[in-house]
């Protein structure tokens, strides 16, 4: 299947894998996991050695990247954090972002 522009010149879903694993600087391991169809998250999953309170969420974080595209990533994160009060220990929203942005651009097609 040729890829053009993220979708396949056949028309048919192009369904990507990625994933990556990142060190913060003086803080603590993230690790994504994603797929993608046609360049939207279908799933994401953040784990690591970090701490976020309350604790379910990084579930959260993950239920609503779903169905969002890069650009979109970094407000979304950003939102979600600060109208649920969430507080990340060993990590930030950058973090996050960052980590995703090393699974996409290590996705296998």
């Known amino acids: 299947m040729e890829i053009v522009n993220g979708t396949s010149k056949d028309n048919s879903p192009v369904i ?11 803080g603590k391991m993230i690790k994504i996991s994603l797929t993608m169809t046609d360049d ?15 604790e ?6 993950e239920k609503n990247l779903k169905g969002s595209r890069y650009p979109d990533i970094p407000k979304k994160i950003y939102d979600l ?9 060993g990590m930030d929203k950058d973090d996050i972002t960052h980590a995703i942005k090393l699974a996409i651009e290590n996705m296998k097609r």
């Open 40 to 54: 939207i998250i279908e799933d994401v999953r953040i784990t690591g050695d970090f701490f976020a309170h309350p």
């Open 16 to 26: 990507s894998k990625g994933s990556s694993i990142h060190k913060v600087p003086e």
């Open 81 to 89: 954090i600060t109208s649920q009060k969430i507080q990340l220990v």
């Open 56 to 61: 379910d969420s990084i579930e959260q974080i």
